[in-house]
């Protein structure tokens, strides 16, 4: 009984222990509430398992509940502005936290050239543009999402039909007379911005002065655009949606003169011409009282804006699955973009895929694959540029269409309509696709070897059908519009661009000292190809295979060029307590666009930074300024932008006569340069970083000075030579300026906000042109620019005037452009004073690329409520208005509101000129029609409200945050009395216009 009884008590022993084993062993639930430094509940802090993907987040009051395996892992609580902290469990179920708020200018890293570096330790000057001021506003193109949110980068944003968007970046100014575009790499890979979705951008880092530029070397001189996307953070697989619908309108036109007041000008326009009366007293009375009912009688005089423009839809839908470990981590984004055109038959479709992975082997080696794909198919009509041309010229008084459906036709045999309905159309479908494979090797500790291979190649198949037909007006059956033949063209343009980047770092430190060593080698393969196919004479507009056109019209042709870059370039910095930084790079280029002993080239740059605020002697001054931050740089970049093969003596084909027939031979037309050369780029920069206020006010202030030399230039040659002249290595010109940018943030109350202002000014100016120029270039027309030495590069070339003749004595005591000139005309000025007004009186008269940009931004957040406002603007740039603005009704054009206050004998103190019909001596390029289109700008305007987390729990989310926004909401301008966007080309204003644009969205994370 005894032995039973111990037997028993064994066994309970041995229950009682498996037991604890097991509770030990089992899952068990972990809580509690974590909050900042002052003890306020944060909402949205990720509490991870470390090393799985057993995650959740904190709710509204701070609380989160995780379930935990077993109570010996440790819990990751991350937070943005807040410092990492992670928290051994050890089998307890109550876990509070205090999470301490991150120092970021300490701990923000920037990206730079094959590499990042702390904010802190940058001696040159970038800019940083995130995510969220990406992806703030709707854009067709993600350059235009840039625009007024950096200091010295000017974005030109002229319009532009959906998915044809006109929009260039300029850094730091015009640097040289081509190729102005920034270098643009995409996660180190070449490939233009536009080709990126905006959702699926991180961050894009802007290098402006040669310290930061000269890695890049022979492609650096105009700047650098480094875009870095978004990649897989560790946690469980998440899904987030991102999308809108938006509305766009018309945005600026030009407000008509009325049509009575249209018929009564024209009258005295050509009675001013000695012309009969062409509108009669009959007529004008029939408008005055019967038009508004019969309006195929009495047809408006300027209602194409009424009649082509509509409001569009456009619609974003944006999917994103990311999750994974640290071993393995994935991103996926899908997007589909739809864009209708506020004219009818302008479309765009844009459809991408991209994947981001990143794979850890080991603690020596990680690699990632990154893949993208994006299908674009835009559609315009085949005669586009004449929907807006006749818009504004020659389709006066016209019935834009009748009751059966015809169209009218205005005595010069124009209706806009019939360009947009019936011309046939311009259909372009670009493919392109990315694939990029890297590899990390941690050889050592602090020796590190990446490497990158990656390649871009891109397929453009554009179709443009011009469809024949025959228009007769119901009402005037003399006025015929008639297009007899139909043709079809077809155009091939495939590039591919291969990429190899291989860099090996060496991080040494002992003491107050710290080195980072980089050396590297790059080469880049580009080709491209292009062929083009035309036929004519289809059977109808139905047949559209180019094989069915007239083999007698048949004509093709094609061309292939290739180029290479082979590259070796290295990097050193140096730290010494954090207080002395030095940077010195180097970049050793060769380009098959050179050859000879100008094949290579080397670019070095030098740079240096003292954070002051680190030196004993300022502490007195640490609780006001906490950072301040002196940089200086100097270096050199190249540009290579030269057309392929310039060095090589090629032979052109050439038609001659032979024994009576054509025949076909070859000749040397051009003569070959072999001493081409890069052109090259000096750059200096001062600048200061400070920050002041607990670190909530940021300043950051640069001035630099630019000196690009050897800007080709087709000087003269002896005629005797018998070829055109080769471009040589002979321009000079200047860009000097100044960047200030200042941020104030304020998160410490409950009305949460951030101001960020931004405003640089570029001096551009032609040095040397070695006794040429000036050259011009343009029409008389629509603008003459010229590039010439003391002036910036392309400036409005014309006339200056003095007014309008006042009397007959004005006019026969003064030079004059026409002889037959009357008071009330424009008076011009005589420049060289041989009493004559000639081509040789034009002057500079304009800028049109702005001295001054600036841009504002303010957020602000109150509870669930946040509001995001965007001014943007230029100060100090000039277009000229011409075609039917100048003509001001003299021919047969649109005849804007505010010229209806033209010059009579009554009207001596007129704005505009005595109209005279079928002349163009009021039209000349003048100063009389330029328009400082300086402006300013609300270009995005957002309110939003996320859902509280308890109500978005309870619909299956994690966060939902709905937003409306306007765009290009308001416009202050002088170029608002014209109906004229004040970022519009020279010119006639015949392009597709900026919109505005109303949207509803929404931001979901499941």
Not at 290 to 310: C, G, I, T
Not at 398 to 422: E, F, K, T
Not at 515 to 533: H, R, V
Not at 544 to 560: H, L, M, P, R, V
Request: aromatic fraction near 12%.
């Amino acid at each position: 009984m005894k032995k039973l009884t111990f037997a028993c008590r064994c066994f309970m022993l041995l229950a009682l222990l498996a037991a604890t084993f097991d509770l030990r062993a089992a899952a068990i639930v972990v809580s509690g509430v974590v909050t900042d430094s002052k003890g306020e509940a944060l909402s949205g802090v990720s509490v991870t398992l470390k090393g799985t993907t057993t995650a959740t987040s904190t709710g509204a009051n701070g609380s989160y509940s995780l379930n935990v395996p077993n109570g010996n892992g440790v819990l990751v609580f991350t937070y943005v502005g807040y410092v990492l902290q992670e928290v051994p469990i050890n089998g307890q179920t109550s876990i509070n936290v205090s999470l301490k708020s991150e120092d970021k200018a300490l701990s923000d890293v920037v990206v730079v050239g094959y590499a990042t570096q702390k904010k802190v330790s940058v001696t040159s000057a970038v800019s940083v543009i995130n995510a969220d001021d990406i992806t703030r506003r709707p854009v067709t193109n993600s350059v235009q999402s840039l625009q007024g949110l950096s200091p010295g980068v000017t974005i030109l944003d002229q319009g532009g039909a959906p998915g044809r968007a006109n929009v260039t970046a300029r850094v730091r100014g015009i640097t040289t007379l081509s190729g102005n575009n920034p270098l643009i790499l995409v996660d180190g890979i070449e490939q233009g911005i536009n080709n990126i979705n905006p959702d699926d951008i991180e961050s894009v880092s802007i290098l402006k002065d040669a310290a930061a530029t000269s890695i890049y070397g022979s492609r650096a001189a105009t700047g650098v655009m480094l875009v870095t996307t978004k990649r897989a953070k560790n946690g469980p697989p998440t899904v987030s949606y991102n999308g809108y619908v938006g509305m766009q309108k018309l945005g600026d036109h030009p407000t008509s003169i009325s049509t009575i007041d249209y018929l009564k000008q024209q009258n005295v326009a050509y009675a001013n011409a000695g012309l009969a009366q062409q509108y009669s007293d009959a007529l004008i009375a029939g408008y005055s009282s019967d038009a508004a009912s019969n309006r195929l009688k009495y047809p408006l005089a300027n209602d194409w804006y009424n009649q082509l423009y509509h409001a569009g839809l456009m619609t974003n839908h944006n999917v994103s699955i990311s999750g994974g470990t640290e071993k393995f981590k994935s991103l996926v984004t899908l997007r589909d973009f739809q864009q209708d055109g506020i004219v009818d038959n302008f479309s765009n479709n844009s459809k991408e895929i991209r994947l981001n992975t990143d794979f850890t082997a080991s603690d020596h080696f990680k690699f990632s694959f990154d893949g993208n794909y994006r299908r674009l198919y835009s559609t315009q009509p085949q005669d586009a540029y004449n929907v807006y041309y006749n818009t504004l010229h020659g389709a006066q008084l016209v019935v834009p269409q009748y009751p059966d459906g015809n169209y009218g036709l205005s005595v010069q045999g124009n209706n806009p309509l019939i360009n947009d309905h019936l011309s046939g159309y311009d259909n372009d479908y670009f493919d392109n696709l990315t694939a990029n494979i890297r590899m990390e090797w941690n050889i050592l500790k602090g020796l590190k070897f990446n490497t990158q291979y990656g390649v871009t190649t891109t397929f453009d198949r554009e179709k443009v059908f011009t469809a024949s037909f025959n228009v007769v007006d119901d009402s005037f059956p003399s006025r015929t519009k008639v297009r007899a033949t139909n043709s079809l063209n077809e155009i091939r343009n495939n590039t591919y661009i291969e990429t190899i980047n291989s860099t090996l770092t060496y991080n040494i430190g002992f003491k107050d000292h710290h080195f980072n060593i980089l050396g590297g080698y790059s080469q880049i393969y580009n080709s491209a190809s292009n062929l083009t196919a035309f036929r004519n004479t289809f059977y109808n507009n139905s047949i559209q295979a180019i094989s069915a056109g007239a083999s007698s019209s048949k004509d093709n042709t094609g061309a292939d060029v290739s180029s290479g870059l082979r590259s070796y370039f290295g990097r050193l910095n140096y730290d010494f307590a954090g207080k002395y930084l030095l940077e010195v790079n180097g970049r050793y280029d060769g380009s098959s666009n050179f050859t000879g002993s100008n094949l290579y080239s080397f670019f070095p740059s030098f740079s240096a930074g003292w954070r002051v605020s680190q030196e004993k002697f300022w502490e007195p001054l640490s609780d006001v300024v906490q950072e301040f931050k002196l940089r200086g740089s100097w270096g050199k970049t190249g540009n290579q932008t030269v057309s392929p093969y310039t060095f090589y003596e090629a032979l052109s084909t050439q038609n001659y006569n032979f024994s009576g027939g054509a025949a076909t031979g070859y000749a040397l037309l051009n003569y070959a340069n072999k001493d081409i050369k890069w052109e090259t780029t000096r750059q200096t920069d001062l600048g200061l970083d400070a920050s002041l206020l607990e670190r909530r006010l940021d300043v950051t202030f640069d001035y630099y000075d630019k000196l690009t030399s050897g800007i080709l230039l087709s000087l003269p040659i002896a005629g005797a030579i018998g070829l055109n002249a080769p471009v040589q290595n002979a321009g000079v010109v200047s860009n000097k300026g100044w960047e200030l940018g200042v941020n104030y943030r304020n998160y410490d109350r409950k009305l949460k906000y951030s101001l960020n202002f931004n405003i640089s000014n570029n001096v551009n100016k032609v040095v040397d042109l070695k006794g040429t120029g000036p050259y011009i270039s343009g029409s008389t027309n629509d603008g003459l620019y010229a590039t010439n030495v003391g002036m910036p590069i392309g400036v409005l070339w014309g006339f200056k005037t003095a007014g309008l003749y006042k009397d007959a004595q004005d006019v026969s005591s003064s030079a004059k452009y026409d002889p037959n000139t009357y008071p009330g005309d424009i008076k011009y000025v005589d420049v060289t004073k041989d009493g004559k007004i000639t081509a040789d009186d034009r002057v500079n008269i304009g800028d049109p690329f702005p001295h001054y940009t600036f841009g504002l931004t303010s957020n602000f957040q109150y509870k669930d409520f946040d509001l995001y406002l965007f001014f943007q603007g230029a100060v100090k740039q000039d277009a000229r208005v011409s075609g039917a603005f100048a003509d001001a009704g003299n021919n047969q054009g649109f005849l804007i509101d505010i010229e209806k206050d033209y010059w009579t004998p009554t009207n001596p103190n007129a704005r505009f000129a005595r109209p005279q019909k079928f002349t163009d001596k009021n039209a000349q390029i003048s100063d009389f029609w330029i328009v400082h289109m300086g402006y300013v700008r609300v270009k995005n305007l957002q309110l939003g409200y996320t859902v509280p987390r308890a109500i978005a729990s309870k619909l299956g989310v994690k966060k939902v945050r709905f937003y409306l926004s306007g765009t290009n909401l308001f416009t202050i301008s002088k170029a608002n009395e014209w109906g004229i966007d004040p970022e519009f080309p020279t010119g006639r204003a015949d392009y597709y216009p900026q919109t505005k644009v109303y949207t509803f969205g929404a931001n979901v994370n499941f």
